[in-house]
């Protein structure tokens, strides 16, 4: 790599500073990198985070996290680094450190709404092929969870943020933003014959688990120009020896293209076979029979969505466990799915039906 030359060359440089102040209660990162991956173009990228987590309640059961955090990037990529020297792509970056200062000085949030910043950021980059600034705000909360009714609906963790993204791709500017929402729950050990309202004797303990995630964006005038859904639920039953049966459902929504959805659910049952000194193979040591098992997993799913209507999963699962040396499984699973091209009356369908089976051997020395 050159270090004052001018001479013709391709090279990979990278270069990465920074500073992390951890300060009670704030956590502040502030740094800059540049790179070249060639001798046509060279990156710079400038970030500021800061992160301030509060606890509250810490001693009790209800203890409770929050942890706001403020974060800006601007990344600036050009092309006029044709055969630049290393000492060269060190004195962009300062330049580009010095002209966007604004970086660590600017006021939080206000550059969150208005036109102000777009023609800033119009004005700053207007040297560059490409860049992008993205400003943005997130805040976490978390708290602790455990075998309460309110544990069934109440948020075990909730993350709200909100950032705008200020692109330029040549002449274009581009100015949109993104909002996003995460929501978790989760409850243990409530209903069963273990748990805090034993209301159901044929299973020892249960968990239960709802998530939601929503992301949309949004033009400059606010308006929504994509979004995205999940939402998962779930419950798990546990009794005897380790046997469990889960159930969950899953869905999914999104505005690409046209409007895409996902319903899918899920069944699965795992029983197990456990002799109290093992299983008894001829011809296998005793030593490494001890403890074995069988171990069964049954399964059934079912989804549908644009165009697979229809599609059903039905598998066997059959392992013999040797805690200290592997195991051998087999497995087996049959599917059917109806596929539904084009459409109205016109397109085109299609009916599968699948089979498969398989032989897995695990051997632990």
């Given at each position: 790599v050159p270090y004052f030359s001018e001479a013709e060359t391709d090279r990979l440089f990278s270069l990465n500073t920074g500073i992390s102040l951890d300060t009670r209660p704030a956590s502040i990162k502030i740094g800059a990198e540049t790179s070249t991956e060639n001798s046509d173009v060279l990156r710079d990228r400038l970030y500021l985070s800061v992160e301030v987590p509060l606890k509250f309640f810490p001693e009790g059961g209800n203890a409770l996290s929050v942890t706001p955090e403020y974060t800006r990037e601007l990344k600036l990529i050009s092309g006029e680094n044709r055969n630049a020297a290393l000492i060269e792509d060190i004195e962009?970056?300062?330049?580009?450190?010095?002209?966007?200062?604004?970086?660590?000085?600017g006021i939080p949030f206000k550059e969150m709404v208005g036109e102000n910043l777009k023609d800033a950021f119009s004005l700053l980059t207007q040297n560059y092929e490409q860049a992008?600034?993205?400003?943005?705000?997130l805040i976490n909360l978390s708290r602790n969870y455990g075998s309460r009714i309110i544990d069934l609906i109440a948020p075990s963790m909730l993350a709200v943020s909100f950032k705008r993204e200020l692109n330029r791709d040549f002449n274009e500017i581009d100015d949109a933003?993104?909002?996003?929402?995460?929501l978790r729950s989760s409850?243990?050990?409530l209903f069963g014959k273990l748990g805090a309202y034993p209301f159901f004797n044929f299973y020892s303990s249960d968990e239960f688990g709802n998530s939601l995630f929503l992301d949309m964006n949004f033009n400059g005038d606010y308006s929504v120009s994509k979004y995205s859904l999940s939402a998962e639920q779930y419950l798990t039953l546990f009794w005897g020896d380790n046997d469990t049966l889960t159930l969950r459902h899953l869905l999914k929504l999104a505005n690409e293209t046209e409007i895409q959805y996902s319903d899918s659910t899920g069944f699965s049952f795992i029983w197990n076979?456990?002799?109290?000194?093992g299983l008894d193979i001829p011809y296998v040591p005793e030593k490494v029979m001890k403890g074995s098992f069988i171990k069964n997993t049954e399964t059934l799913s079912g989804s549908t969505e644009n165009s697979h209507p229809v599609n059903v999963t039905v598998g066997h699962e059959s392992s013999i466990v040797l805690p200290d040396y592997g195991y051998i499984k087999l497995n087996s699973k049959v599917g059917f799915d109806y596929e539904s091209m084009g459409s109205g009356t016109s397109g085109q369908k299609a009916f599968r039906i699948l089979f498969s089976a398989g032989l897995e051997v695990k051997v632990k020395f």
């Open positions: 962009k970056l300062k330049k580009d450190i010095f002209l966007n200062s604004y970086i660590g000085t992008s600034y993205t400003p943005g705000f933003y993104t909002a996003g929402l995460k409850a243990l050990n076979i456990k002799p109290g000194k």
